[in-house]
């Protein structure tokens, strides 16, 4: 029997059709910003970025980040990777700065000796055994006389330089005379005051990530990272400089900047920004507290805002006798007017889950808000109900109070405060993010899984307290979820759904949501998000569960649960050192198998006494490993599979439309001929391998020829898929530079 793979038919449009809204024709623009720049070292690179004008609207603005090794290989530290949006204000400033009233061949000098007419050095010549002498090079000495401006040049001379001696020698090159070259003038630099005016610059901290232990990884290795940049979007139009920091003292990563501007309309729109507290600051230190610099800030919030937030990028770094700050856990104060009303924790406690593993290094550590290999979320507080419009508020952050024993401790700090205009909408559902299945690598824990994940938010000002989700696989089957609870504005709920057959091997998983409250959704453009998979293994009824233990058995435990999340099999209670084999016979289905470590630092793991452990998944007959876990997994390591054979589906009938795609491999564009082999109207989409939609066009039946821009593109693979009431057809491409 056949199964469907790439190959899409008539049925499986009419579902992608029914998820999709007909006719948005919405564009996806990207803006390269970095391309592979090499972060050799510590310190700032900076790239000017070409944006769209300002008289677009974006619905969501993606920064896809991606980290990756140079040609001599990664480093093997984690390193903070900072990146900016430097904003012209468009505002003067000015400082007062002295300007010198000469310089020599482009330096200040305080005084030069100097001749008006040419003078010489002389030398001996070893071959001819005599006196050489050689005409001096002219010094070009500018002036500047003029005192209303005196950074204008006034006048150029070119005289030379005086006032040393020259010497003769004889033959055999001993000195036997001098003769001094005479200065016709001495100069002495003056100074003028003048008042220096130059454009304020602010800078953004947009995003952060730190760097993983990558001293395992190869050099063609590379990762994504997603930061949502939207808050800064009304400041991404024409050039903008993108400053990508590196705080690494080794050879180092490649840093690519691509923005993914999804033009529509968003919930709210964000019209400024003001910066609050931004530096890496002293934590402990009793002569120089960190007060010192998380000083109370003045803010007279605008009429027009109907929304104020609080974003701040804090992260803690350094030692000290107390593993403050990098290994210490401290609370975050935000008062307004003394008052204080949010208290984050500034601490990350899931670093043995990290996606990145396994690490040349403590990778699984928890950390002062980090993990390596990991973005830094932001805490966002909103701080609308306790501040007054047209009334001068004062925002405080603050620290515990804290003594360092030797120093060495800081926190690394970036924050702004957001200002926004009324919601869009007042009846809006959107589908904000597809965690399973996919083959996003920032998912891989998880995936591939049984039970769809999915993001759900609510975009509009009404309280959502029920909606409907469709989803399934392009031409599989598909299920509808109704979902109740109570979200209120920008508040998110992570939804699992019950298990669909998935069909194919690596298939495009598409989910809706549809019927807020019951009614009618008000934006069509933020429902649906789709993201390719990659289909379960199928394992036979019954096989072996192989553990080795470590010398600390204890810690570890495991289970396998259905897809309804029944536990059908578990094992704890281990003694140290001793192989189990533990045969496992189980009905046909989709399962979950979990292996846990309660001291998060799996089987095996450089940095403990432990020793070394294994797990693997052995066949009855022959008795051999047909699975093998990383034993350096952390907190735990998941496996899904299905029992009973694939879960794919009859193949469908397929369209006969099919059109031309080429270059494939491409490089700055990928054209698409033969469209009139289907006379109507077609939606073009294409989507990163991550599931991003990062290009939408809608192109009419009269257009043979369509070319899609790919030079803004990062590298790697994309699912080219092109619908309408015809069918869809799907291609997959890859894109190169």
């Known amino acids: 029997m056949k199964k469907i793979h790439c190959f899409l038919g008539l049925s499986l449009f009419l579902f992608a059709y029914s998820l999709q809204p007909k006719c948005q024709n919405v564009d996806t623009i990207n803006v390269l910003a970095q391309n592979k720049v090499h972060m050799g070292s510590n310190g700032s690179y900076y790239n000017w970025a ?309 690490q040349a290094g403590t990778w699984l550590y928890d950390r002062a808000n980090w993990c390596p290999g990991e973005l830094i979320t932001p805490y966002e507080d909103d701080l609308t109900p306790y501040v007054t419009p047209n009334t001068v508020d004062t925002i405080l952050m603050s620290m515990d109070p804290y003594t360092s024993p030797n120093g060495g401790s800081i926190y690394t700090i970036g924050s702004e405060l957001i200002y926004y205009g009324p919601i869009n909408f007042s009846l809006d559902a959107s589908l904000d993010d597809i965690l399973a299945p996919t083959t996003n690598p920032l998912y891989s824990r998880f995936n591939p899984a049984c039970n769809p994940q999915v993001v759900i938010r609510n975009t509009g000002s009404t309280p959502i307290t029920s909606l409907d989700i469709i989803y399934g696989s392009l031409g599989g089957a598909t299920g509808t979820y109704h979902w109740t609870g109570n979200l209120l504005f920008n508040d998110t709920n992570l939804v699992t759904l019950p298990a669909v057959s998935l069909g194919g091997a690596s298939h495009l998983f598409r989910a809706k949501v549809s019927n807020p409250n019951g009614a009618q959704d008000m934006y069509a453009n933020n429902d649906s998000l789709v993201t390719p998979f990659t289909t379960l293994p199928n394992y036979s009824s019954s096989f072996v569960i192989r553990l080795l233990t470590n010398s600390a058995a204890s810690e570890d435990s495991y289970f396998i649960a259905d897809d309804q999340g029944n536990i059908v099999h578990q094992k704890s209670g281990f003694a140290n050192n001793t192989t189990y084999r533990d045969t496992v016979s189980l009905q046909a289905g989709c399962y979950h198998f979990e292996i846990d470590d309660a001291g998060k630092d799996g089987l095996s793991f450089f940095a403990n006494s432990d020793g070394n452990g294994s797990l693997q998944f052995y066949r009855l007959s022959p008795a051999t490993a047909f699975l093998t876990f990383q034993p350096d997994f952390g907190t735990s390591a998941i496996q899904n599979f299905t029992v009973g054979g694939p879960l794919d589906i009859d193949e469908i009938t397929p369209t006969d439309i099919d059109y031309k795609v080429y270059p494939n491999p491409a490089n700055s564009e990928v054209i698409i001929s033969q469209l009139t082999n289907s006379n109507k109207d077609k939606e073009i989409r294409l989507y990163s391998e991550m599931g991003a939609l990062v290009y939408e066009k809608l192109v009419k039946a009269s257009n043979d020829t369509y070319n899609i821009n790919t030079s803004g593109l990062a590298q790697g693979l994309y699912c080219l898929v092109m619908s309408n009431d015809d069918g869809v057809v799907v291609k997959k491409i890859t894109v190169i530079h």
């Open 50 to 358: 070409v944006f769209p004008p300002d008289t677009n609207s974006y619905r969501k603005v993606l920064l896809n980040f991606t980290l990756g090794c140079p040609t001599g290989g990664c480093s093997q530290w984690d390193y903070t990777v900072d990146i900016y949006l430097n904003h012209n204000t468009g505002i003067k400033d000015s400082t007062t700065k002295q300007a010198p009233s000469f310089t020599v061949n482009g330096n200040i000098m305080d005084s030069i000796h100097i001749s008006k007419d040419t003078t010489y050095t002389t030398s001996y010549n070893s071959t001819t055994h005599l006196t050489d002498s050689t005409k001096n090079t002219a010094y070009t000495i500018i002036q500047y006389k003029d005192t209303l401006t005196p950074t204008v040049p006034t006048d150029t001379i070119r005289w030379w330089s005086a006032g040393y001696y020259k010497y003769y020698y004889n033959a055999s090159g001993v000195k036997t005379d001098s003769a001094y070259v005479a200065v016709d003038t001495t100069m002495y630099v003056k100074y003028k005051s003048y008042i220096y005016k130059y454009d304020s610059i602010e800078s953004y901290e947009i995003a952060r990530m730190i760097t993983p232990y990558a001293g395992y990884y190869p050099n063609t290795w590379t990762y994504p990272y997603v930061f949502d940049v939207t808050d800064f979007d009304w400041m991404m139009h024409d050039s903008v400089q993108i400053q990508v920091f590196y705080s690494g003292w080794t050879d180092g990563f490649t840093a690519t900047c691509n923005f993914q501007m999804i033009t529509g309309i968003p919930p709210r729109n964000a019209y400024k920004t003001k910066l609050m507290w931004t530096g890496s600051f002293p934590y402990g230190s009793s002569g120089n507290p960190i007060s010192n610099y998380l000083v109370p800030v003045p803010v007279k919030i605008d009429s027009a805002a109907s929304a104020v937030r609080l974003r701040v990028l804090q992260t803690g770094h350094g030692e000290d006798n107390n593993n403050c700050t990098e290994f210490c856990a401290n609370y975050q104060h935000i008062k307004i007017n003394s008052v204080e009303h949010f208290t984050p924790y500034v601490w990350r406690d899931l670093c043995g889950l990290n996606p990145l593993y396994h």
